[in-house]
């Protein structure tokens, strides 16, 4: 019997109008995710992550306004975390669950030296993670809050000294939003599977990281995309 790949499954950018039909997607086939929220959005639809939660599926923190750290002060950054973190702790409370952990995710996987390392990674190159002053201070206030990494086993090469959430292979899924669309090397859903049996990494057994987004315009493609990684054996694992 050859060794199961596994992957975690993360999704950022949540909620949109979709996420309803996302979570209850996820629990048909019983795959665990962790949602990366903004706060903002939440605000706007607050029954979304509620309804996520009732479904299994574990929150993670992306900031509230959705700015680069790189652009903004430590001060800054941390209240703008904070006020996402408010919300998850108040939905999670409205749904009488208790938070399994403290999860976050920096927009653009910029982590405060203003590199957006998802773009790296979609330009096929291997991502570096740049360590200075400004991203210790980052990584430091994270600790101190109490958020850690929520993956019970660590992939290859995962920088497991890191508080934020990375990941190992990007979807590209956002390639497909009306405002990317047909600007990148990939330009359907097509390409990007043909790109997930390209993926060098991706051949190994892992665990992988997988970050796909739950963004209004992309649902279906995305949904095909998780329900790709499923009919190659991927077994997804829980947080
Ligand atoms: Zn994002």
Same mark, same amino acid.
């Given at each position: 019997? $050859?060794?199961?790949?596994?992957?975690? +499954?993360?999704?950022? @950018?949540?909620?949109?109008?979709?996420?309803? #039909?996302?979570? *209850?997607?996820?629990?048909?086939?019983?795959?665990?995710?962790?949602?990366?929220?903004?706060?903002?959005?939440?605000?706007?639809?607050?029954?979304?992550?509620?309804?996520?939660?009732?479904?299994?599926?574990?929150?993670?923190?992306?900031?509230?306004?959705?700015?680069?750290?790189?652009?903004?002060? $430590?001060?800054?950054?941390?209240?703008? +975390?904070?006020?996402? @973190?408010?919300?998850?702790?108040?939905?999670? #409370?409205?749904? *009488?669950?208790?938070?399994?952990?403290?999860?976050?995710?920096?927009?653009?996987?910029?982590?405060?030296?203003?590199?957006?390392?998802?773009?790296?990674?979609?330009?096929?190159?291997?991502?570096?993670?740049?360590?200075?002053?400004?991203?210790?201070?980052?990584?430091?206030?994270?600790?101190?809050?109490?958020?850690?990494?929520?993956?019970?086993?660590?992939?290859?090469?995962?920088?497991?000294?890191?508080?934020?959430?990375?990941?190992?292979?990007?979807?590209?899924?956002?390639?497909?939003?009306?405002?990317?669309?047909?600007?990148?090397?990939?330009?359907?859903?097509?390409?990007?599977?043909?790109?997930?049996?390209?993926?060098?990494?991706?051949?190994?057994?892992?665990?992988?990281?997988?970050?796909?987004?739950?963004?209004?315009?992309?649902?279906?493609?995305?949904?095909?995309?998780?329900?790709?990684?499923?009919?190659?054996?991927?077994?997804?694992?829980?947080?």
């Amino acid at each position: 019997m $050859p060794n199961k790949r596994s992957a975690y +499954l993360t999704i950022d @950018d949540s909620p949109c109008e979709h996420t309803e #039909a996302l979570a *209850d997607f996820l629990h048909e086939r019983q795959i665990p995710a962790l949602l990366f929220v903004r706060g903002a959005f939440m605000e706007q639809n607050p029954k979304a992550i509620e309804y996520a939660i009732q479904k299994g599926l574990v929150i993670g923190n992306h900031s509230y306004a959705h700015k680069p750290a790189g652009e903004m002060e $430590p001060q800054e950054w941390a209240d703008d +975390l904070e006020k996402c @973190d408010h919300l998850i702790d108040a939905a999670y #409370a409205r749904c *009488d669950v208790d938070r399994p952990g403290k999860y976050y995710r920096f927009p653009y996987i910029d982590r405060g030296d203003g590199v957006r390392v998802e773009r790296i990674f979609a330009d096929g190159d291997t991502a570096e993670i740049v360590e200075n002053n400004k991203t210790s201070i980052l990584q430091q206030y994270l600790k101190d809050q109490g958020f850690t990494q929520p993956f019970k086993n660590m992939p290859a090469g995962y920088p497991s000294h890191a508080v934020d959430c990375l990941f190992t292979y990007t979807s590209g899924d956002w390639m497909l939003t009306d405002r990317h669309k047909g600007k990148w090397e990939y330009k359907s859903v097509e390409d990007l599977k043909r790109r997930i049996d390209e993926d060098e990494n991706l051949q190994s057994k892992g665990p992988h990281v997988l970050l796909m987004h739950d963004q209004s315009d992309i649902h279906a493609e995305a949904c095909a995309l998780i329900d790709y990684f499923y009919q190659q054996g991927f077994e997804f694992l829980d947080f």
